[in-house]
Every structure is written in structure tokens, then in C-alpha cells.
């Protein structure tokens, strides 16, 4: 099937060994960072989580729209990567995955309460031990499990082609990509279209399907070396495909944009590249993906670099509006779409006034 190429944004960055030393430097302060920011429904509050296995909750001030200070929710789970809300604002859902490469692999996701932090359920805990030592980084050793909004389904594969949707039906719907593993799942926003990242070695690729049909909707073929993360335009659309290219003393981050409605090609005038310098990256790469998250209300995806937050209009090429920040590592907006918040490396939060967006149109 065809995909649709909308806009490519690449960059690359020069790997010299002292910008390694330097960073693996800072690694050994004790700053936790902050590995994922969500704003609940209402907007009366903003959750992160933190790499020490931590989780704090914020009130909003609705005069100022700043952090109340202290958090009005500090929980510790026993491993967390990512925490979300649920769409009714009453739990947290946190996401966490250990392999120590000496025989012990856990996946767990849970809810908690988001009114006293209490453990609720596990929604899904895979654990197990074994007697002998694996490379955690070369075999895709963990279970990919993704839920719909409501938490209600799971999309559902275990080092296999396949991706089966748990539904409490007697037969749920089975989606089979066309090789390789399935890597990661993502569900549109209204839960009705599955995006499969799938592939191995250096090749990973895109497939999305409708979830009540199991048709194949889109190949996108060979984002890249490997794709890190997806993300849904809110009207379902626009597919944003973040994925990197590694040589021996360079890297490449490009995020692209694909058109989810069929026989709608955006653009398609060969002029896709924009290339920029990235000035501070991690030792393990991290810093080299740019964050990136859609506008609720319209189609205006903002992306981080590392001196600034850039605003794309589909199909604007040229940014619509850019804000000066130094490497903000994770974003979300302000249901409203008003506020947009960010997080940098030492776990500090700003918030930006972006009301103005709304208004913006494309050219």
C-alpha cells in the first residue's frame, strides 16, 4: 500500500569523545531526571514521573497557570518509565520495565489512585527469573503490550509477528505485520486505528490497521535504523514517526509525518529535508530524540530541539512559532490547548502561554 509522505525534519550531530566524557560526568550527579510529563483532563493538574521510581502530582495556580509548590501527590511505584491519567482524571497509570542482563525481566503496568497515591491493580505484570545472563540490548526480550483510552482493550505481541487485541470477546481481532517482531504498539486517539512498529537488525517499519476491520490501512516502509516513538495528530490523521540513523561517529534524528486517510498525498515535492545541529546530546543517544507532541485542537505539532521548541502547521514547512529553550526532554499540552509544559534534563517544569496557536492557520 502506499504511505504518505507529509514533511521529513533531520537532524544530525557529530559525536566527538569529549562531548562522551563530559556527559558521563554529569550521569554520576544524583539529579533525578524526568522521564515523562502529562497534564490531567481538567488541567488543574500536571504528573511526572521520575527515573528514582518516583511520581509527584502538581496543583495549577488558574491565575498564574504555574506549579503550586509543594506537589500535592508524591508515590513511589517499584519501577516506572512513563505515568499517564486515565480519561476520567481519577488514576494514574504507570509504566516500568527492568532487565538487570543477569536472568530477571519485569514489564508492569499498574493504577494508582490519583487522589492518595494508593496502589489500585495491575492492569498487566510480566516477571520472570532465570538461571543464566542475556544481552538485554540485542534481543527483544520484553512482551509489547499497549492499551486503548479507556483501558478497557490491549494490543497484545510476544517476540512474533503477531498482534492480538484483548477485547473480553470470544474472538478478539489478530493483525499479523508483514515481517520481523513487533516492537511497539499505538493506538489512535479515538481507538479506532493500531499503529504496529515492526522489523529487527537496522530496518523497522510502520504498518497501521483498522482495529473493528483488520484492514490494512498504510506501509510506511524503512522509517530508518530504528523508530523510538509515534504520535497521533488529535483528529487521527497524522501519524508523526520519530526514528534515528546511527553511523560511527554520527547520528541522525528525523521525524516524519504521514497521512493516515488514504488517497490523501499532503505533499509530495521532493523538498523534505531539514537538517540542524544538535549541541548537547547523552552518551546513551537519548538527548538526540527530540520530544514531540500534537496540539489537542489543531494540527500543529511541536518538536524540541536543543535551543528551542519549533511549531509545524500542516502542511506548513516552516515553523509557525518557536519558543527559546534549552533541551526540554518531554512536553504536554493544556487540554485546552492554551499551555504547553516541558521538562529539561535537571527536572525543572516550564510552562508557556501558547493560547495563540489556535488562531493559526495554514499557508
Known amino acids: 500500500m502506499k504511505n504518505y509522505l507529509i514533511w521529513v525534519i533531520a537532524m544530525t550531530v557529530l559525536l566527538p569523545s569529549s562531548i562522551f566524557a563530559q556527559n558521563q560526568a554529569n550521569s554520576q550527579q544524583s539529579v533525578p531526571n524526568i522521564t515523562s510529563l502529562v497534564w490531567n483532563p481538567d488541567g488543574t493538574k500536571i504528573a511526572a514521573s521520575f527515573d528514582?521510581?518516583?511520581?509527584k502530582v502538581w496543583g495549577i495556580n488558574p491565575a498564574s497557570s504555574r506549579l503550586m509548590t509543594p506537589p500535592l501527590l508524591t508515590f513511589h511505584p517499584d519501577i516506572v518509565d512513563s505515568i499517564k491519567w486515565t480519561s476520567d482524571g481519577k488514576?494514574?497509570?504507570?509504566?516500568?520495565?527492568?532487565a538487570d542482563g543477569k536472568g530477571e525481566i519485569q514489564l508492569t503496568i499498574a493504577k494508582w489512585d490519583s487522589q492518595n497515591g494508593q496502589f489500585v491493580e495491575d492492569l498487566f505484570d510480566y516477571h520472570i527469573k532465570t538461571h543464566f545472563k542475556f544481552n538485554t540490548v540485542a534481543y527483544n526480550i520484553f512482551p509489547v503490550v499497549g492499551f486503548d483510552s479507556t483501558y478497557n482493550r490491549s494490543a497484545f505481541s510476544m517476540n512474533s509477528r503477531m498482534v492480538a487485541i484483548s477485547d473480553n470477546s470470544d474472538f478478539p481481532p489478530v493483525f499479523f505485520v508483514d515481517r520481523g517482531v513487533v516492537q511497539k504498539v499505538s493506538w489512535s486517539p479515538n481507538d479506532s486505528i493500531l499503529a504496529v512498529?515492526?522489523?529487527?537488525?537496522?530496518?523497522?517499519?510502520v504498518q497501521t490497521f483498522n482495529v473493528a476491520t483488520g484492514e490494512l490501512i498504510n506501509n510506511i516502509w524503512g522509517p530508518d535504523y530504528g523508530v523510538h516513538s509515534l504520535a497521533w495528530s488529535s483528529d487521527n490523521s497524522l501519524l508523526a514517526v520519530e526514528s534515528i540513523w546511527l553511523s560511527v561517529a554520527s547520528a541522525t534524528s528525523i521525524v516524519r509525518l504521514y497521512s493516515i486517510s488514504k488517497g490523501n498525498d499532503y505533499l509530495s515535492d521532493g523538498d523534505t529535508s531539514f537538517p540542524f545541529e544538535l549541541t548537547q546530546i547523552s552518551s546513551t543517544y537519548k538527548r538526540l530524540y527530540p520530544a514531540m507532541v500534537w496540539h489537542p485542537k489543531v494540527n500543529i505539532l511541536a518538536i524540541s530541539y536543543a535551543e528551542s521548541i519549533d511549531f509545524y502547521r500542516v502542511p506548513n514547512k516552516q515553523p509557525v512559532k518557536t519558543i527559546l529553550a534549552e533541551n526540554i526532554v518531554s512536553l504536554t499540552y493544556s487540554p485546552d490547548g492554551k499551555h504547553l509544559a516541558g521538562s529539561d534534563p535537571e527536572g525543572n517544569i516550564k510552562i508557556w502561554d501558547v493560547s495563540d496557536l489556535v488562531g493559526v492557520e495554514a499557508k
Open 91 to 98: 488514576f494514574l497509570i504507570s509504566e516500568g520495565k527492568i
Open 52 to 55: 528514582n521510581e518516583t511520581v
Open 197 to 205: 512498529i515492526y522489523g529487527g537488525t537496522d530496518t523497522y517499519n
